[in-house]
């Protein structure tokens, strides 16, 4: 029996963002082709078959901007250019050429929360106070000195990568500047109208050049609260054990109101006249709060035009891996999309280069259940690079660590470097990522084994998995726009839902059993064949039963008789 869940837009379709399965590249890691050991757009360009090979239609690359790389490119010094390091704008234009040679879309990253230290507009908003720029950057004079006499920041905000605080002292200037991230990424005053118009003319440069859309960084940060108060306190955190920007709830240095204003004058760039050649999109990065992430999803859907823009939806990265849990938030999300307006695209990711891998995360036989889950789910979902062949979080000896997030974390001192190692293409050296004799971080010990070139040749590998669902999303009308419903399954362990569409497409089911034993349970649907299994050593055959017994960890997707 079927809920009474659907999604009832299969009969108008949003174009391609519906549907879309996004890969993420993060430039540094993905292909280096000029031997420094650091990933380039050329070697994106080259290895773009591998990604159409997945039945991906979508690219996203993290930023490649010149930038001081004090946080790998989100510390963006010239917004319309790239850095030496990774290329140059003429390999940008190759790049999107090729892209659409490849059916490909792309999307660029768009920081429009912070600049770098050495952006011209900072080095000018840092010279005097009546500038013309001397407005576009949270400036405060100090409210009184400490005991030894250094000056003392307006509040207690932190920045969130080190925990510190997001206060610097400008002795130039002789005031603070805010930075919500690393202490050279300075906050933009997104309350001056001057600094939004810059952000949408860097928008419309890359909209110029063709890019399809953007994922739009640290939206958040952009309104916090107007007279600064003080963050309240996290009772739950824990001292020595959570990240030490954890210590504080954020409620007023981040999430005002007016985030959604501004985000609505990004969004009608999207659809300027001259951008209508072809449908344009944006994704924004808001993390929900944990506990209560619904609303928050459904506030962004009902203040930002879904025509043109989505929030993450990052419940494949924060949800408990278990049926119950997905069951519920799977009804109550798309019931809450159906009901606000049929326009709205979920957009889920399950991985990206803040986060742990989902290989180390969940293990290796619940990885591909979880390639099922969410290669089958509605609206746009992202696919982290590697994730494919299931790289998992690499350790970083001490002396190699990279990231500056990795003092932020007392207990592991980890950051986020594990999660962004070169990409294994090969079994040659440096897993045929670069030709240099020390790659910008260590490469995996499993490359010999868990790498493009081997999977390529093992259908049962975890790449081929993706491979086939990849394609099969991209063909099918139901997976691409289709309905969702939620079965009402009686085994507490298995998830189950379908989706379908009207007319004569096929139509499909799935079940996932979350659990680390067998799982027995009666479809509820009448299923006709088999199309995969996450599990190689599955004992379902092409023809199911009326009863199904799943494996450990074990996926199926099946079409629907
Ligand atoms: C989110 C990005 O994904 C992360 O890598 C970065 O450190 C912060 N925003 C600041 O830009």
């Known amino acids: 029996m079927h809920t ?12 391609w963002p519906e549907g879309a399965l996004v890969y993420q ?18 070697g994106i360009t080259q290895r773009l078959p591998h990604i159409r090979s997945l039945g991906a239609n979508t690219i996203w690359i993290s930023p490649f901007y010149p930038s001081p790389m004090a946080d790998f490119g989100y510390d963006v010094a010239d917004y319309c250019d ?26 660029t990253d768009l920081v429009p929360n912070h600049t770098s230290d050495e952006h011209a507009w900072f080095k000018q908003s840092c010279a005097s106070r009546d500038n013309p720029y001397s407005d576009w950057y949270v400036w405060c004079d100090a409210v009184g000195n400490d005991s030894s006499g250094n000056p003392l920041p307006p509040n207690n905000w932190r920045d969130a990568l080190s925990g510190d605080s997001a206060w610097e ?14 202490v050279h990424q300075p ?9 939004r118009e810059a952000i949408k003319d ?37 001292e020595g054990e959570d990240l030490k920007y954890e210590a504080l709830a954020h409620d007023n240095s981040r999430g005002w109101p007016a985030v959604y204003a501004y985000l609505t004058e990004m969004a009608d760039v999207l ?15 808001a993390y929900p709060d944990r506990h209560n992430a619904l609303p928050a999803y459904m506030n962004f859907y009902a203040s930002v035009d879904p025509a043109v823009a989505a929030p993450f939806n990052f419940e494949g990265l924060t949800l408990a891996w278990h049926a119950a849990e997905w069951r519920k938030f799977l009804k109550s999300f798309h019931s809450a999309l159906e009901q606000f307006s049929a326009r709205c695209i979920a957009s889920y990711a399950f991985g990206n280069h803040d986060q742990p891998r989902i290989a180390s995360r969940l293990g290796e036989p619940a990885a591909r259940s979880a390639a099922i889950l969410l290669l089958t789910l509605p609206g746009m979902v992202f696919l982290y690079y590697g994730d494919e062949i299931g790289m998992k979080d690499v350790p970083i000896p001490t002396e190699f660590i990279q990231d500056p997030a990795a003092n932020g974390d007392p207990k592991h001192h980890l950051g986020r470097d594990p999660e962004r190692t070169p990409m294994q293409w090969s079994a040659e050296r440096n897993a045929g990522f670069s030709d240099a004799k020390q790659p910008w971080l260590p490469i995996a010990d499993d490359y010999q084994t868990h790498n493009v070139d081997a999977e390529s040749q093992d259908g049962r590998s975890i790449l081929s998995l993706y491979r086939l669902l990849g394609n099969k999303r991209a063909s099918e009308a139901s997976l691409l726009h289709g309905d969702l419903h939620v079965l009402d399954i009686e085994n507490d362990e298995v998830l189950g839902y379908t989706r379908t569409s009207d007319g004569t497409a096929s139509d499909f089911a799935v079940f996932i059993n979350f659990s680390a034993e067998v799982a027995v349970f009666e479809p509820t649907v009448q299923l006709g064949k088999l199309v995969v299994s996450s599990d190689p050593q599955s004992e379902l055959t092409a023809v199911l039963p009326d009863v199904i017994t799943l494996r450990p960890h074990e996926a199926v997707l099946c079409y629907l008789a």
């Open 187 to 195: 906050d933009l005053n997104w309350s001056n109208p001057q600094v």
């Open 82 to 107: 790239v850095d030496p390091r990774l290329g140059t704008l003429d390999d940008f234009k190759e790049l999107m050429k090729e892209a659409e040679a490849n059916k490909l879309r792309v999307f």
């Open 4 to 15: 009474s869940l659907s999604q009832h837009h299969s009969n108008a379709p949003h174009g």
């Open 202 to 238: 860097v928008m419309r440069f890359w909209l110029t050049l063709g890019v399809d859309g953007f994922r739009v960084d640290a939206v958040y940060w952009m309104a916090k609260h107007p007279l600064l108060h003080d963050d309240s306190i996290n009772q739950e955190y824990v």
């Open 271 to 285: 659809k300027e006249p001259q951008f209508q050649d072809k449908p344009r999109f944006m994704v924004t990065e």
């Open 25 to 42: 590249v993060y430039p540094r890691s993905f292909q280096d082709t000029n031997g420094d050991g650091v990933g380039d757009l050329p």
């Open 169 to 182: 002292w400008s002795p130039q200037r002789e005031q603070f500047y805010l930075h919500s991230f690393n």
